[in-house]
T-cell receptor, first 114, second 115 residues
Framework: AQSVAQPEDQVNVAEGNPLTVKCTYS??????LFWYVQYPNRGLQFLLK??????LVKGSYGFEAEFNKSQTSFHLKKPSALVSDSALYFC????????????FGKGTKLSVIP | DVKVTQSSRYLVKRTGEKVFLECVQD?????MFWYRQDPGLGLRLIYF???????EKGDIPEGYSVSREKKERFSLILESASTNQTSMYLC??????????????FGQGTRLTVV
């Protein structure tokens, strides 16, 4: 069965420091991987995706993510955190071109401290 | 910009009421989804639809039904609302995964409270 794990419920980082939000996955086929962000009382916004190609994917708002097949990970990164990056982040998995169902992690709350 | 619009931001309903949550998308997406979001549980899929009049159960369909009479509209129905259905409900839409345009777009959410 496919699954996504976000091992940290909360990540705290100082403004200006690099941030990493972790995601690992389990799937039998080739994964399609996504990151979404949710601000309070709002829906989810798409940040970036990996389908195939370069392992380093760049997305919105200066975020990027690195796909690592051997470690089955897809960590979200940003070189310099902003207070406005504080939000709930979700990793999600789609098991290939024939599938419909996105499987989400439980989310990681990112707090950027001024 | 893709727009997924949910009919209400906040709803308060009484136990036993029939509740309708409406979702409309304007991007001609084939796929539409209903999720509920609860703290510590992430997003759980209730139902999805990959075409008009087609529906499939997700992980937690009990107590819910759906309707998709038109491509742009996907309705979630709580047949008899119960307090354990108090939650944030999120609608989403997307193209089929085989198109490569796989990302889902979400509505702003409906926070439903059943009293």
């Amino acid at each position: 069965a496919q699954s996504v794990a976000q091992p940290e419920d909360q990540v705290n980082v100082a403004e200006g420091n690099p941030l990493t939000v972790k995601c690992t996955y389990s799937v039998s086929g080739n994964p399609y991987l996504f990151w979404y962000v949710q601000y309070p009382n709002r829906g989810l916004q798409f940040l970036l995706k990996y389908i195939t190609g370069d392992n380093l994917v760049k997305g919105s708002y200066g975020f990027e993510a690195e796909f690592n097949k051997s470690q089955t990970s897809f960590h979200l990164k940003k070189p310099s955190a902003l207070v406005s990056d504080s939000a709930l982040y979700f990793c999600a998995l789609l098991t290939g071109a024939g599938s419909y169902q996105l499987t989400f992690g439980k989310g990681t709350k990112l707090s950027v401290i001024p | 910009d893709v727009k997924v619009t949910q009919s209400s931001r906040y709803l308060v309903k009484r136990t036993g009421e029939k509740v309708f949550l409406e979702c409309v998308q304007d991007m001609d997406h084939e796929n539409m989804f209903w999720y509920r979001q609860d703290p510590g549980l992430g997003l759980r899929l209730i139902y999805f639809s990959y075409d008009v009049k087609m529906k499939e159960k997700g992980d937690i369909p009990e107590g819910y039904s759906v309707s998709r009479e038109k491509k742009e509209r996907f309705s979630l129905i709580l047949e008899s609302a119960s307090t354990n259905q108090t939650s944030m409900y999120l609608c989403a839409s997307s193209f089929p995964a085989w198109t490569g345009r796989t990302e889902a777009f979400f509505g702003q959410g409906t926070r439903l409270t059943v009293v």
